[in-house]
Nanobody, 119 residues
Framework: QVQLVQSGGGLVQAGGSLRLSCAYS????????MAWFRQAPGKERELVAT????????YYADSVKGRFTVSKDNAKNTTYLQMNSLKPEDTAVYYC????????????WGQGTQVTVSS
């Protein structure tokens, strides 16, 4: 019943843009806030952005503020992470997450999508 499926990502030059998608399976996630994380090699998983069920962004990491935008379309059962002005340090595996109380590390994870930014 519980499933998050990610798409998007890939290789992009510094300064470019990518849009990640995270599709969630129906009623299992009704009312859940969602989050985007990333994890670079050798680093801990980092919270990038969060969004309420209704689609209001609730958090951005300082490192991405002003460059990334989290959004959501419940009618399409999808949340998005628009990444602009990408930097090499944005290179990471990006994960979406859903948890009813925002306890992300106990939540449901997407499979992860690689984002690589070249300089």
């Amino acid at each position: 019943q519980v499933q998050l499926v990610q798409s998007g990502g890939g290789l992009v030059q510094a300064g470019g843009s990518l849009r990640l998608s995270c599709a969630y399976s129906g009623r299992s996630f009704t009312g859940y806030p969602m989050a985007w994380f990333r994890q670079a090699p050798g680093k801990e998983r980092e919270l990038v952005a969060t969004i309420s069920w209704s689609g209001d962004p609730t958090y951005y990491a300082d490192s991405v503020k002003g460059r990334f935008t989290v959004s959501k379309d419940n009618a399409k059962n999808t949340t998005y992470l628009q990444m602009n002005s990408l930097k090499p340090e944005d290179t990471a595996v990006y994960y979406c997450n859903a948890d009813p109380r925002g306890r992300w590390y106990s939540g449901t994870w997407g499979q992860g999508t690689q984002v690589t930014v070249s300089s």
